[in-house]
């Protein structure tokens, strides 16, 4: 099916035609558009042409509103104001523009593709091998999979790339305390899961760690294994590999309760560019963009400083031949770039790494990896913060394992689903808890500025009141709700029919999904698309509470307003669809 043309796009021509032919040097210029209070829609845009050609913009604007064509889409323009245009639209035409997006069989309620796509690597999700993840890695897996499914659904190419950190010296130091320790890990497989044996392996890990702190000869040993591992000796390499595989196996099943698709072949962590490193720091030499100093490899920058005064440098290659991070980053830029041809780079960290993302992506340009083609983007995220307003931890100080925290988020959700549930069974109450407490968590993420840090508050996320999930989710429910008491009645637009002031506001509100989706994916701002989907549940509410559905006047009445409830009810669902988060039938 063809995409529909939003309301607001055809007023916006109109009123540029209007535009043109009333000022001709004002061609192509922006009328400003937007919703308003006193009308459906208010342009502003005469005012600053009237400055500029120095004329009255009342007299101006009354100009414009002769040559606007009213009828089938603007009903009304007048002029309010100094020079405001106020813009009310046909009953008929936001009913007639609501029916074309509901007859799209598609799914994507006449939404249309970006024009001219590029291909968009999204690192995103990057947990740690032998690490349990805790409630740091929340913000750049949830943002990450919103951000993925905007852009895909918009039609833009999409590579992902779960970064983990795979590889380096806490490797060394693993691997060599389970060959001095092997008691340790003494479990077997068939009888621990992914969880515990994680459990298991962060537990060897703090121990190495602590060792290798306290124990010179220790760390003697630990490195040279690490030597042992990059230089790919089987036994070392064999025994990374089960930390590996390990590993992955828990991140699945934590990505699995965050109702998150990994797929394996995205995973390509640390270890996956360590064949590019030495050509890297090469290419990096022999072009100038890199110098040695004191025996690393180091970039400098004029305009970064440390809080001494003296230049910051991004160290490629330490002293003693070890690479560090920056090597890595700029290894997979190259792959990104010249293999996956890449048009964009997009890296959802926190946003205390911007420093070092700020001088590896100046290094790749000045190397001309990136250039007016590519572009790098770092969708930096704040912290997690507990109710205190810090960041959050256990009573004990320990950061929060994110598992703990699910699994809690999904208890309480649980709670309050059986509390509301009427017809369903435990089995229903647990999926629907399941889902109800995981898009909690995740909503109240991404209804945040992902630049801003939010407090992690399970109290407030699991609310029935609020800017909630559970606040769509059960809006959701209480429209199906409707749609199966309706029986044999249909859902069926109706553009004869006139609109209540409810009915208007809901459906232009619907219009506008379509330039909602486009702006939260063209600016990587889930927020945007989940701060509409609130405003549309609190319209529908708005329109349950004063527009009766099956008993209102007419039988056309009737199929219209179920219409407007099925139509928001997709909405509803696509939208959260696109945030990562369940619509259950029943609540």
Same mark, same amino acid.
């Given at each position: 099916?063809?995409?529909?043309?939003?309301?607001?796009?055809?007023?916006?021509? =109109?009123?540029?035609?209007?535009?043109?032919?009333?000022?001709?040097?004002?061609?192509?210029?922006?009328?400003?558009?937007?919703?308003?209070? %006193?009308?459906?829609?208010?342009?502003?845009?005469?005012?600053?042409?009237?400055?500029?050609?120095?004329?009255?913009?009342?007299?101006?604007?009354?100009?414009?509103?002769?040559?606007?064509?009213?009828?089938?889409?603007?009903?009304?323009? &007048?002029?309010?104001?100094?020079? *405001?245009?106020?813009?009310?639209?046909?009953?008929?035409?936001?009913?007639?523009?609501?029916?074309?997006?509901?007859?799209?069989?598609?799914?994507?309620?006449?939404?249309?593709?970006? #024009?001219?796509?590029?291909?968009?690597?999204?690192?995103?999700?990057?947990?740690? $091998?032998?690490?349990?993840?805790?409630?740091?890695?929340? %913000?750049?897996?949830?943002?990450?999979?919103?951000?993925?499914?905007?852009?895909?659904?918009?039609?833009?190419?999409?590579?992902?790339?779960?970064?983990? #950190?795979?590889?380096?010296?806490? @490797? #060394?130091?693993?691997?060599?305390?389970?060959?001095?320790?092997?008691?340790?890990?003494?479990?077997?497989?068939?009888?621990?899961?992914?969880?515990?044996? !994680?459990? +298991?392996?962060?537990?060897?890990?703090?121990?190495?760690?602590?060792? @290798?702190?306290? /124990?010179?000869? @220790?760390?003697?040993?630990?490195? %040279?294994?690490?030597?042992?591992?990059?230089?790919?000796?089987?036994?070392?390499?064999? !025994?990374? =590999?089960?930390?590996?595989?390990?590993?992955?196996?828990?991140? *699945?099943?934590?990505?699995?309760?965050?109702? !998150?698709?990994?797929?394996?072949?995205?995973?390509?962590?640390?270890?996956?560019? +360590?064949?590019?490193?030495?050509?890297?720091?090469?290419?990096?030499?022999?072009?100038?963009?890199?110098?040695?100093?004191?025996?690393?490899?180091?970039? *400098?920058? /004029? /305009?970064?400083?440390?809080?001494?005064?003296?230049?910051?440098?991004?160290?490629?290659?330490?002293?003693?031949?070890?690479?560090?991070?920056?090597?890595?980053?700029?290894?997979?830029?190259?792959?990104?770039?010249?293999?996956?041809?890449?048009?964009?780079?997009?890296?959802?960290?926190?946003?205390?790494?911007?420093?070092?993302?700020?001088?590896? @992506?100046?290094?790749?340009? %000045?190397?001309?990896?990136?250039?007016?083609?590519?572009?790098?983007?770092?969708?930096?995220?704040?912290?997690?913060?507990?109710?205190?307003?810090?960041?959050?931890?256990?009573?004990? #100080?320990?950061?929060?394992?994110?598992?703990?925290?699910?699994?809690?988020?999904?208890?309480?959700?649980?709670?309050?689903?059986?509390?509301?549930?009427?017809?369903?069974?435990?089995?229903?109450?647990?999926?629907?808890?399941?889902?109800?407490?995981?898009?909690?968590?995740?909503?109240?993420?991404?209804?945040?500025?992902?630049?801003?840090?939010?407090? *992690?508050?399970?109290?407030? !996320?699991?609310?029935?009141?609020?800017?909630?999930?559970?606040?769509? =989710?059960?809006?959701?429910?209480?429209?199906?709700?409707?749609?199966?008491?309706?029986?044999? $009645?249909?859902?069926?637009?109706?553009?004869?029919?006139?609109?209540?002031?409810?009915?208007?506001?809901?459906?232009?509100?619907?219009?506008?999904?379509?330039?909602?989706?486009?702006?939260?994916?063209?600016?990587?701002?889930?927020?945007?698309?989940?701060?509409?989907?609130?405003?549309?549940?609190?319209?529908?509410?708005?329109?349950? /509470?004063?527009?009766? $559905?099956?008993?209102?006047?007419?039988?056309?009445?009737? &199929? +219209?307003?179920?219409?407007?409830?099925?139509?928001?009810?997709?909405?509803?669902?696509?939208?959260?669809?696109?945030?990562?988060?369940?619509?259950?039938?029943?609540?």
């Amino acid at each position: 099916m063809a995409s529909v043309t939003s309301l607001s796009d055809v007023v916006q021509q =109109q009123l540029a035609s209007a535009l043109s032919a009333t000022l001709p040097e004002a061609a192509g210029a922006d009328p400003l558009l937007r919703r308003s209070d %006193r009308a459906d829609y208010q342009a502003n845009g005469v005012l600053a042409l009237a400055k500029k050609a120095k004329a009255n913009p009342r007299e101006l604007a009354a100009q414009v509103v002769s040559r606007v064509v009213t009828g089938e889409v603007i009903e009304d323009v &007048e002029v309010s104001g100094p020079g *405001f245009l106020n813009i009310r639209i046909a009953d008929r035409a936001i009913t007639g523009n609501l029916a074309a997006r509901y007859a799209d069989d598609t799914g994507r309620l006449g939404v249309p593709y970006a #024009g001219d796509p590029g291909t968009t690597v999204i690192d995103y999700a990057q947990p740690n $091998v032998a690490k349990e993840m805790h409630v740091g890695h929340l %913000r750049s897996a949830v943002i990450g999979d919103a951000v993925v499914q905007l852009l895909e659904f918009t039609g833009e190419n999409v590579v992902r790339r779960h970064h983990i #950190g795979d590889w380096g010296t806490q @490797f #060394g130091m693993l691997i060599q305390y389970l060959d001095e320790h092997p008691h340790e890990l003494d479990h077997k497989d068939a009888e621990v899961t992914g969880e515990e044996a !994680m459990s +298991n392996l962060d537990r060897l890990y703090k121990a190495a760690r602590r060792l @290798f702190d306290s /124990d010179e000869e @220790f760390k003697t040993r630990a490195r %040279r294994r690490v030597v042992d591992l990059q230089a790919g000796d089987p036994h070392t390499l064999a !025994m990374w =590999q089960r930390f590996v595989d390990e590993s992955k196996i828990y991140f *699945f099943s934590v990505f699995d309760k965050l109702d !998150m698709e990994i797929r394996d072949a995205d995973i390509v962590g640390e270890s996956g560019y +360590n064949d590019m490193l030495a050509e890297t720091c090469r290419l990096l030499e022999e072009s100038g963009v890199a110098v040695r100093s004191e025996g690393a490899l180091c970039v *400098f920058f /004029d /305009d970064i400083k440390g809080p001494d005064g003296n230049p910051v440098p991004l160290i490629v290659q330490k002293s003693d031949g070890g690479y560090g991070y920056a090597a890595t980053d700029l290894s997979a830029i190259r792959d990104r770039v010249f293999n996956l041809k890449a048009s964009t780079l997009l890296y959802v960290v926190d946003a205390r790494q911007a420093l070092h993302f700020r001088m590896v @992506f100046e290094t790749a340009r %000045r190397a001309g990896w990136l250039n007016d083609d590519v572009t790098a983007v770092q969708l930096a995220f704040g912290t997690v913060l507990g109710k205190d307003g810090k960041p959050f931890k256990t009573r004990e #100080g320990e950061t929060v394992r994110l598992v703990d925290l699910l699994d809690e988020a999904i208890e309480r959700a649980s709670a309050v689903v059986r509390e509301k549930a009427q017809d369903l069974s435990e089995e229903e109450i647990a999926e629907r808890g399941a889902q109800v407490g995981i898009g909690a968590v995740k909503y109240a993420d991404l209804s945040t500025s992902a630049n801003r840090d939010y407090k *992690f508050d399970l109290d407030q !996320m699991v609310s029935l009141n609020g800017d909630t999930s559970v606040y769509l =989710q059960y809006a959701y429910a209480r429209i199906r709700s409707i749609l199966r008491k309706a029986g044999e $009645v249909r859902p069926a637009a109706h553009p004869e029919l006139a609109l209540s002031g409810a009915e208007r506001a809901l459906g232009l509100h619907l219009d506008s999904f379509a330039e909602t989706v486009a702006e939260a994916a063209r600016e990587y701002a889930p927020h945007k698309l989940a701060a509409y989907l609130y405003q549309l549940a609190s319209l529908y509410t708005s329109f349950y /509470d004063k527009c009766p $559905v099956l008993k209102a006047e007419t039988p056309e009445q009737v &199929e +219209n307003r179920l219409f407007l409830c099925d139509i928001t009810a997709r909405t509803l669902h696509r939208g959260m669809a696109l945030l990562g988060i369940r619509t259950p039938e029943k609540l």
